[in-house]
Nanobody, 114 residues
Framework: VQLQASGGGLVQTGGSLRLSCAAS????????MGWYRQVPGTQRELVAS???????NYADSVKGRFTISKNNAQSTVYLQMNSLKSEDTATYYC?????????WGQGTQVTVGQ
């Protein structure tokens, strides 16, 4: 099963984007789904994650601005990003954590400019 991330792009400061990450098939079990981001030369960092029961977790830097959600089939995870700032510029990756290992999407670039 592969993950396909989409929705990135160029947006002005204060604007919004919605990222999607869709699985090509069904996982027998998912422990958690999440979004991460990485700027060249830095470590990949957690942005937000969501458990199958809907419990969410956010990085302090995005609380109140980003919202993670998923579909009932646990096959797609979304990241609604509002009030975007220049420091949100990064490549965003989705990740599904399963009992048998992690699966990562290919990354989608988000660039926030004035």
């Amino acid at each position: 099963v592969q993950l396909q991330a989409s929705g990135g792009g160029l947006v002005q400061t204060g604007g919004s984007l919605r990222l999607s990450c869709a699985a090509s098939g069904r996982f027998a079990s998912i422990l958690r789904m999440g979004w991460y981001r990485q700027v060249p030369g830095t470590q990949r960092e957690l942005v937000a994650s969501i458990a199958p029961n809907g419990l969410t977790n956010y990085a302090d830097s995005v609380k109140g601005r980003f919202t993670i959600s998923k579909n009932n089939a646990q096959s797609t995870v979304y990241l609604q990003m509002n009030s975007l700032k220049s420091e949100d510029t990064a490549t965003y990756y989705c990740r599904f954590i399963t009992p048998w290992g992690d699966v990562w999407g290919q990354g989608t670039q988000v660039t926030v400019g004035q």
